[in-house]
């Protein structure tokens, strides 16, 4: 198995290339970041930063690395997984390997699973990033058990420290999108795959914390700018979740955990078991 870290970064401070010497990034300006012993850089200057601390907690890193870890999300994870290995099939011969970027990574199980899922004649160079250096860390720990595979950033969707024209392919994992950033990045024909829930999507969850729910919006979604139509795919399924910490760790791992009122919570934290329905839309476009 080929797999590499993606090295095309870039300088947060004025965009130009970064190149590693030892521990250290650095661009032809002088600007340097240090690789931390656990194998990640923090490429997030304070002024992008919204908060001291941004993104996901400890708490909730660990509580999404259970979740996960249980298998919960894994037709999620192969259907992703299936897609961008059939785009580096397709470029595998003669060609350099297949880069692909996850942006808003958390503690890196969708690379994680895509590194299982590949072949010995599918290069890979890949990279994570996130805004939270909690969810990075995590995934630079669980890396390190091996020869690192992945180069894993702290980092801003707004501000991607990446080259221009340099990926082959953006993962967005209920994330963050930002556009224009994503079309930046990927070279043409390249293609940003993104994962965004459907309108059933753990809806007996939200059944239990908001009193009503709001209504369904439009599945219609606009071609992004720069980008055309490739294809879409709908993922859904029931899961049964077991135990109070189950229902927790869920909870803890969904924006839900903020929007919903201490009553919501409580009632969540009540139960014992829970079926919820996972109906997610995996979207493909493809870089113009």
């Known amino acids: 198995m080929s797999i590499t870290p993606f090295q ?24 340097s970041f240090d690789i931390a012993k656990q194998g990640y850089v923090n490429l997030l200057p304070v002024q992008q930063k919204r908060s001291h601390d941004p993104g996901d907690s400890k708490a909730m890193v660990a509580a999404r690395q259970r979740f996960l870890d249980a298998g919960h999300y894994q037709p999620i994870a192969e259907a992703v997984s299936n897609a961008v290995l059939s785009h580096a099939e397709v470029q595998a011969v003669g060609n350099p390997p297949f880069s692909c970027l996850d942006a808003g990574c958390g503690e890196g199980y969708y690379l994680r699973q895509l590194v299982d899922a590949a072949t010995d004649t599918q290069p890979l160079s890949l990279m994570g990033l996130d805004i939270s250096k909690w969810a990075v860390l995590s995934a630079a720990k669980q890396d390190a058990k091996q020869a690192p595979l992945s180069s894993w950033v702290v980092g801003s969707n707004a501000h991607l420290p990446v080259q221009r024209g340099t990926l082959d392919s953006v993962l967005c994992m209920f994330g963050f999108p930002v556009l224009s950033e994503f079309a930046r990045v990927l070279k043409t024909g390249g293609v940003l795959l993104q994962v965004e829930a459907g309108s059933n999507h753990l809806r007996e969850l939200r059944e239990v914390i908001y009193p009503t729910l709001k209504a369904e919006r439009s599945t219609e979604t606009e071609v992004p700018e720069g980008f055309t139509h490739h294809s879409s795919e709908r993922v859904s399924y029931s899961l049964a979740l077991n135990g109070s910490e189950e229902i927790a760790d869920l909870l803890a791992m969904t924006p839900h955990l903020y ?30």
């Not at 870039?10 to 990034?25: I, Q, R, S």
């Not at 929007?259 to 493809?286: F, I, M």
């Open 8 to 31: 095309a970064l870039a300088c947060p401070l004025d965009g130009e290339p970064l190149h590693v010497a030892g521990n250290t990034w650095r661009c032809a300006a002088g600007h």
């Open 259 to 288: 929007r919903a009122s201490a009553e919501g919570r409580a009632r969540a934290a009540a139960l014992d078991v829970l079926n919820v329905t996972v109906d997610v839309r995996v979207a493909q476009w493809r870089r113009l």
